[in-house]
């Protein structure tokens, strides 16, 4: 059975950030679920509507969460009890959480960067104060997942993929969409 993954989404979400991750997930297999934090319909902050597989507070078992960023999205995301009670959750039982833009701030307010490499928007780097703040596109410290934002989401989902499944998988996604990183293509 594939590995199920959470992606929460709220109004004001970064459409590039969750329509990749969705994309890139799915297209490695992975039994991805869009979880809608405030109702099956969200919009994101550049007015791109989204219709969710499900409500958050309906699943009951995951393998993962990974959270797109944007604003005011992020925010709503920290202030969601269900979505800090399954980050908190999955943190404890050494699941897998990722986290780009502004949505690692999710994760900081959950206390669950204490110590740990980890980066964000730049915007949002001054809440960032419990981690070993690095500015890397994309930082995997143990089972957390940080990235920059929407221009880092194609390397932040292989991450995620790597992670949860392996190299290979992730190597072949990235060709077969021919993506090329700003490392290689200098």
Excluded at 48 to 64: N, S, V
Aim: charged share 25%; net charge negative.
């Amino acid at each position: 059975m594939a590995k199920r993954v959470i992606v929460p989404v709220a109004n004001g979400f970064e459409e590039i950030e969750a329509v990749t991750i969705i994309d890139i997930l799915r297209r490695a297999g992975l039994d991805v679920v869009v979880a809608g934090v405030e109702g099956s319909d969200v919009v994101g902050s550049h007015d791109i509507a989204l219709r969710c597989d499900a409500l958050i507070d309906q699943l009951q078992d995951a393998d993962a969460m990974v959270l797109p960023g944007g604003m005011p999205g992020s925010r709503r995301l920290r202030e969601s009890d269900a979505v800090r009670g399954w980050v908190t959750r999955l943190h404890r039982d050494g699941k897998l959480l990722a986290a780009i833009c502004a949505a690692p701030t999710v994760l900081e307010s959950c206390g669950l960067l204490e110590g740990r490499r980890a980066t964000s928007h730049p915007n949002h780097a001054a809440e960032m104060k419990r981690c070993n703040y690095v500015t890397d596109a994309v930082v995997v410290d143990g089972n957390v997942i940080t990235s920059r934002g929407a221009g880092t989401a194609i390397e932040f989902s292989a991450a995620v993929v790597r992670y949860l499944l392996d190299d290979k998988t992730a190597d072949d996604i990235l060709t077969r969409i021919q993506f090329t990183s700003s490392e290689t293509s200098k």
